[in-house]
């Protein structure tokens, strides 16, 4: 027996949103909505789950990267203020 079908008029930026990542993961538009709906569901198989889960990951891994990049540069900024901060209070001497 073959699947039902559904048909669903969506937004453009959605239907953009499944083209990139169609891109990114090789997926077929009906596999990508498939998907998503199974995980708004509450029906995904283990291997989707994991998927998702290494999704949420890699986009924390990325968020954390950054802030301790912009912890370091104002170190950094911070730091240089102190030193010239301190000069300042020397050379009024």
């Known amino acids: 027996m073959a699947n039902p079908f559904l048909g ?3 937004p453009p930026e959605l239907e953009q949103a499944i083209l ?3 891109k990114e993961t090789g997926q077929s538009k ?3 909505v498939i998907s998503a709906l199974r995980s ?3 029906m995904m198989s ?3 789950r994991l998927d998702n889960v290494d999704q949420r990951l890699s986009a924390l891994e990325k968020s954390v ?3 301790l990049e912009l912890m370091v540069l104002y170190r950094q900024k ?4 102190q030193i010239n901060h ?3 209070r020397h050379s009024d001497m």
Not at 78 to 81: E, L, P
């Open 40 to 42: 708004y569901l509450g």
């Open 78 to 81: 911070h730091s240089v203020y």
């Open 20 to 22: 990139t990542r169609m």
């Open 30 to 32: 009906s596999e990508l």
């Open 65 to 67: 990267r950054e802030a």
């Open 8 to 10: 669903v008029r969506i």
């Open 46 to 48: 283990c291997h989707e």
């Open 86 to 88: 301190s000069l300042d």
